[in-house]
């Protein structure tokens, strides 16, 4: 049997379960995942082996309506995604209305010569009869393949894998068959507190900050990490940091048990916020955080 390798783009609109599937798929947690919109910044490659294949997802943020220079950044990396695919799976939430954000991220695909799957999530949340009248709603044409599932619930998931086979060249192998993902273990650190703060902080918080990780040292069974909290007002850094610390406590303890968790080593996990004004806005912060590569991506 001929082995077959390519790479996937999921893309969509925030919140329709993209680093959910993503997940879901490779069996562990690759990509954080939030009820929050815009959970997702960058591209994150997750990386599935079989006897026969192997699929290389690319994790995409959310298409949304830039209203800064971050949002058009993560819309950039999304779209950046699409050309260097071999497959594309649009995203959609079946709970809610196909609207005119499905329509744009879909009419900016159509015409690209790839195959192009429609992956309709969130089944567990509709009837059949919900799912019949959307099917109804669509043009089905458009794509070359229509797969209902349900990422949360892990239902029909194996069928996408084996439906994205059939479209997938004859390769090689890219990535050893333990190999899951292929960002660094920096990054790692620096998500892991991310989705801690979005899952413990409400309002303006959670699209205000940013994570990086700023050292990382080995010693024999103890890794110590220092993470940075950026934020872009004074207010901000006392909610992060809490009521005597209580906040920035309660955050630092659940990454870093997520963390020994992950790399069955103890972690000391030194976190520290900083105020950055207006980062989301500034190019020499957004290539310092690694949300823009250089200045052609301003």
């Not at 497959?87 to 991220?105: A, C, H, M, R, T």
């Amino acid at each position: 049997m001929a082995f077959k390798a390519g790479f996937v783009a999921l893309i969509g609109k925030p919140n329709t379960g993209k680093s959910t599937l993503l997940n879901a798929l490779l069996s562990q947690k690759v990509a954080i995942t939030t009820p929050k919109p815009q959970t997702t910044r960058d591209n994150i490659r997750g990386i599935l082996t079989t006897d026969d294949a192997q699929i290389i997802f690319v994790d995409t943020p959310g298409i949304h309506k830039s209203k800064g220079k971050l949002d058009a950044a993560m819309v950039k990396r999304a779209y950046d995604a699409v050309s260097d695919v071999d497959v594309i799976l649009l995203l959609v939430d079946v709970s809610k209305p196909w609207n005119k954000g499905d329509e744009i991220i879909f009419d900016s695909i159509k015409d690209i010569k790839k195959p192009k799957f429609l992956v309709i999530n969130k089944v567990d949340k509709v009837t059949k009869k919900d799912l019949l009248e959307y099917l109804e709603n669509l043009n089905q044409d458009d794509f070359d393949e229509i797969v209902p599932l349900s990422a949360l619930k892990n239902k029909n998931t194996e069928e996408l894998v084996e439906t994205i086979k059939k479209y997938l060249p004859e390769d090689v192998q890219y990535y050893p068959d333990d190999m899951v993902s292929d960002y660094p273990e920096s990054f790692l650190f620096s998500e892991i507190v991310r989705e801690k703060i979005l899952l413990n902080t409400d309002e303006e918080v959670p699209h205000s900050i940013a994570v990086q990780t700023e050292e990382i040292t080995r010693k024999p069974n103890v890794v110590y990490v220092r993470v940075a909290i950026v934020v872009e007002k004074p207010s901000q850094k006392a909610i992060i940091i809490g009521k005597s610390g209580s906040m920035i406590k309660k955050i630092s303890t659940s990454a870093r048990e997520e963390l020994e968790e992950r790399l069955g080593s103890k972690v000391y996990l030194e976190t520290f916020v900083r105020v950055e004004p207006d980062w989301r806005n500034r190019v020499s912060q957004l290539q310092q955080f690694g949300y823009l590569d250089s200045k052609k991506d301003e």
